[in-house]
């Protein structure tokens, strides 16, 4: 992978490698209408398709979609059950697309607290699609932030445990290598749809030095030109990762290695 300061900074200035999205607003634009919350949820995979769709177009590498929270249980047994058949679903209709169009997919969350059915199509399809190359998706689902970091700490333990490392060797590079997708670059660009101004325990660790994009536009609503808003937003920033404004102009910089994956 591109990992001198060069290419670090071509990239500032252009599309980013990897998006992260927490799809927000559905239950709101729903309810707008006067129809129920779970109206909004399906009406947001035709923008998770616009997303991929131009996520390609526009030769972003990864894409994470954040669709379900580890505190997403907590809704009323009712809307649950129908974002769960809405994944089980959307994962029934648009592999095969989505395999044609060469997208790798790959769910992140803690999985096996998904019904079986789910976790079995799941598999299926990350198997079906393992060799692609051209968009990674990543769909996050009983995935939080918090619960990365304590996996992560939990098998790092279990090394301790087994001889196999010492606590002094643990670092932040050490650490990283046991969250969700250690082998995938960070998130470049961090959107929010849906007007919230919060993180709500999304890739908390990884978007460390993520651009934060926030808009108001209502997760059904957010289409390609919405998004090359936001695209087009972060083609205009300077990221600085601790350097000046100054350094990062003259290019003599760089990042380690494991930063830019
Ligand atoms: C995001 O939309 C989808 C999920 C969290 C599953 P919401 O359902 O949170 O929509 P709002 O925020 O209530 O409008
Ligand atoms: C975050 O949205 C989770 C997803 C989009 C899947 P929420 O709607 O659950 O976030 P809060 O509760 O408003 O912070
Ligand atoms: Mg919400």
Known sequence: MDTDSDGALQRN???????AIIMDGNGRWARQRGLPRTAGHREGVKSVRAVVEESIRRGVEIL????????????????????????MSALRSETRRL????????????RSALPGKLQRRIAEAEALTAANTRLHLQVA???GGR???????RRLAAEVQAGRLDPSQIDE?????HLSFPDLPEPDLFIRT???????????????????????????DFDAAAYNQALEDYA??????????????????????????
């Open 194 to 220: 849906g007007g919230e101004k919060r993180l709500s325990n999304f890739v908390l660790w990884q978007a460390a030095y993520a651009e934060l994009y926030f808009t108001d536009v209502l997760w059904p």
């Open 64 to 87: 994470t979609l954040f669709a379900f929270s580890s505190e997403n249980w907590r809704r009323p047994r009712s809307e649950v059950n129908v974002l769960m058949e809405l994944f």
């Open 236 to 261: 205009r920033r300077q990221r600085r990762f601790g350097y000046t404004g100054e350094q990062i102009e003259s290019g003599l910089w760089s990042l380690p290695d494991v930063c830019v994956g």
């Open 147 to 153: 619960w990365d970091i304590v996996q992560a700490t």
């Open 141 to 143: 689902a009983n995935y």
């Open 99 to 110: 395999h044609d169009n060469q997208v790798r997919l790959r769910v992140i969350g803690e």
């Open 13 to 19: 200035q252009r599309t980013p490698r990897h998006v």
């Open 173 to 177: 590079y050490c650490l990283a290598r």
